[in-house]
């Protein structure tokens, strides 16, 4: 095996994965749908494995909700200072700030029936896959729905309460 002399960021992820499934992660079009703990978690551990590095990449987030200050123990992403700002906008800067190759997207829409104009038929149609990082039923079930019609992955985690989930569907 021949050795690269060069370090790049990704060094550590290529050693894990090899060169050939780190560069088709780099290349992935995902949905985060919410940004909250689990939308934090989620666009940390993209910027740090690289999804949406490479050409063509980009992961799009949204969510309609503000940070507050109660977000601010569980949410590790936010600090004091981004309290009141857009959650998605936010998460979307700091994983920049984890890995600035990262190409990110962030809308403050949400995700139903009634926007089906930002996310119509060629927004889905592009995706490689989903993840729901969600504390509502029924945005989650919608789009489940969405990702069955177009035969998408959906990685659908969220939280009820106190509880939190993850599944593959």
């Given at each position: 095996?021949v ?6 960021w990704?060094?550590?992820?290529i ?13 992935l079009?995902y ?11 989620m ?8 999804l ?5 990449g ?10 507050e200050?109660?977000n ?7 600090r004091?200072r981004?309290?009141g700002?857009?959650?998605s906008?936010?998460?979307a800067q ?17 995700v139903?029936?009634?926007t089906?104009?930002?996310?119509d ?5 592009k ?9 509502n ?13 177009f035969n998408?992955?959906l990685?659908?985690?969220g939280t ?10």
């Amino acid at each position: 095996a021949v050795v690269s002399t060069q370090s790049t960021w990704d060094d550590d992820t290529i050693a894990v994965f090899g060169r050939e499934l780190h560069e088709r992660v780099t290349k992935l079009n995902y949905f985060l749908v919410g940004s909250g703990a689990i939308g934090c978690e989620m666009m940390k551990n993209w910027a740090l494995m690289g999804l949406g590095c490479g050409e063509g990449g980009l992961v799009t987030v949204t969510d309609m909700d503000t940070i507050e200050k109660s977000n601010l123990n569980r949410q590790f992403l936010f600090r004091p200072r981004h309290v009141g700002q857009m959650k998605s906008l936010v998460a979307a800067q700091e994983a920049k700030g984890i890995n600035p190759a990262i190409k990110v997207e962030a809308k403050d829409v949400r995700v139903g029936g009634d926007t089906e104009d930002v996310y119509d038929d060629a927004f889905w149609e592009k995706l490689d896959g989903v993840t729901n990082a969600l504390d509502n039923v029924q945005a989650r079930l919608y789009v489940d729905s969405r990702c069955v019609y177009f035969n998408k992955s959906l990685l659908e985690s969220g939280t009820l309460g106190t509880k939190g989930n993850t599944q593959v569907v």
